[in-house]
């Protein structure tokens, strides 16, 4: 199965570049993902996606929260599995 999590976090306003720095730079501990993708996004988000061979639950390694101070609000994150293509 794949699974897909996803990262995203808001920038405090003008620190956009920063933020999409960090994240860039961050390495997960353990064995590396199938995929890696690096989003940007008006308003100063930053979005990070992974994806992984395993279950839907499985313990897999994600990009932590930013220092304090960086960001408007708290990480978001979500899960999802891959379905068939119809």
């Known amino acids: 199965m794949t699974v897909a999590l ?3 976090a808001r920038a405090v306003p003008g620190r ?9 730079e961050q ?14 996004a008006p308003q100063d988000r930053v979005l990070v996606i992974t994806w992984w061979d395993a279950p839907h639950d ?5 990009l932590p929260e ?3 101070g960086s960001v408007t ?5 979500w899960r999802f ?3 068939a293509e119809e």
């Open 6 to 8: 996803m990262w995203e």
């Open 27 to 40: 390495r997960l501990p353990g064995r590396p993902p199938l995929r890696r993708e690096t989003f940007r």
């Open 73 to 77: 609000r708290p990480v978001h994150r």
């Open 58 to 62: 499985a313990d897999l390694p994600e």
């Open 16 to 24: 956009g570049a920063e933020l999409l720095a960090w994240a860039r």
């Open 66 to 68: 930013p220092e304090t």
């Open 81 to 83: 599995e891959r379905v």
